[in-house]
């Protein structure tokens, strides 16, 4: 299974961008949830965002919520992360990333998630 995570940039703050990941290889891809997570220079990669595949559920980190929705599509191996009102504490890196079940773990536990994609730079200035 490869991902590939794509679309980011440098946005000013206030402003939205929309990263998308697409997947291939032999997994089912609409069986497993899917997430979002980033890593900030010199700080720990985080879960901020989660969807199921058994019932579209969708979990957000707490500095993200309202703000990002991770919509997916299952027919075309996609999954995206939609942010809008960018701050200049969201820049890092942007990874996506394959659960091991249907089911969206805790946003903390990144063992959970078995399959990533390269990193994609979001830049904020401010």
């Known amino acids: 299974v490869q991902l590939q995570a794509f679309g980011g940039g440098l946005v000013q703050a206030g402003g939205s961008l929309r990263l998308s990941c697409v997947a291939s290889?032999?997994?089912?891809?609409?069986?497993?949830?899917l997430g979002w997570f980033r890593q900030a220079p010199g700080k720990e990669r985080g879960g901020i965002a989660c969807?199921?595949?058994?019932?579209?559920?969708?979990y957000y980190e707490k500095s993200v919520k309202a703000r990002f929705t991770i919509p997916r599509d299952n027919a075309k191996n996609m999954v995206f992360l939609q942010m809008n009102s960018l701050k200049p504490e969201d820049t890092a890196e942007y990874y996506c990333a394959t659960a091991i079940g249907s089911v969206c773990p805790p946003l903390q536990l990144d063992s959970m998630f078995d399959y990533w994609g390269q990193g994609t730079q979001v830049t904020v200035s401010s």
């Open positions: 290889g032999g997994r089912t891809f609409s069986s497993y949830a």
């Open positions: 969807i199921s595949s058994s019932d579209g559920s969708e």
